[in-house]
């Protein structure tokens, strides 16, 4: 059975920095990946990394801010947040895709981010 489980959502001041963490297991991804959804909006694409660790993707509104990473060898991802603004509170998704595939299939139960002004 494939799972996703993020950690390290919380409430921080704006400005601060937050560090979340998904750890996958059953499955081994070609690439992962961090969605976000605020409330009363749709989910949104933050940002993603190739097995390699050597392609990432980020946002344009997150740019410079936030930061993704993997370790093949634990099977978690993570994503370091800095200089955080209120507009970033969401919950926060970890999502898989399987190599070959065309889509993220796989999703973690979500973290709560809030930031405050």
């Known amino acids: 059975q494939v799972q996703l489980v993020e950690s390290g959502g919380g409430l921080v001041q704006a400005g601060g920095s937050l560090r979340l963490s998904c750890a996958a297991s059953?499955?081994?991804?070609?690439?992962m990946a961090w969605f976000r959804q605020a409330p009363g909006k749709e989910r949104e694409f933050v940002a993603a990394i190739t097995w390699s660790g050597g392609s990432t993707y980020v946002e344009d509104s997150v740019k410079g801010r936030f930061t993704i990473s993997r370790d093949n060898a634990k099977n978690t991802m993570a994503l370091q947040m800095n200089s955080l603004k209120p507009e970033d509170t969401a919950v926060y998704y970890c999502?898989?895709?399987?190599?070959?595939?065309?889509?993220?299939?796989?999703w973690g139960q979500g973290t709560q981010v809030t930031v405050s002004s």
């Open positions: 059953g499955r081994t991804f070609s690439s």
């Open positions: 999502a898989g895709r399987l190599i070959n595939a065309g889509s993220y299939h796989y």
